[in-house]
């Protein structure tokens, strides 16, 4: 198996990465444990709510989740279920520097659009 050397850089970000992954998962077990979250149901939810209302914020898309049940106890949840649907190729970002409402009003929110 041939190795691939990363800079240092990019072994940080490789770093951060693995760690952004880990608490992700440890948000979304927690969710599941203290709060009965479905994380599969959410990810359902948010493509067939895409599919319905056409291109919506992450910001819509999860009050939205919420507002239908689907409801952790940290919205810190959704993280790995928007990158599941990314990585299932189920709906992908058009535009990644909307106006946010949470976050002190800082760019970054995301479009989302669903996969056809």
């Known amino acids: ?6 800079t240092l850089p990019e072994r940080r970000i490789a770093a951060a ?5 880990a608490a992700g998962q440890a948000c ?5 444990r203290v709060a009965d979250f ?4 959410a990810v ?8 319905r209302h056409g291109d919506l ?11 239908h049940g689907h409801r ?7 993280g790995p279920v928007f990158k599941t649907i990314l990585k299932r190729q189920l709906a992908r970002v058009v535009r990644s520097d909307l106006p946010r409402r949470r976050g002190h009003s800082t760019t970054g929110g995301k479009l989302w659009r669903v996969a056809r």
Do not use: N, Y
Request: hydrophobic share 40%.
């Open 1 to 6: 198996m041939q190795q691939i050397e990363l």
């Open 17 to 21: 990465r693995e760690q952004g992954d």
């Open 28 to 32: 979304v077990a927690k969710a599941e």
């Open 38 to 41: 479905d994380p599969e149901g």
């Open 44 to 51: 359902t939810f948010i493509v067939g709510w895409l599919a």
């Open 57 to 67: 914020s992450g910001e819509d898309l999860v009050d939205a989740a919420k507002e």
């Open 72 to 78: 952790p106890h940290s919205d810190r949840a959704f």
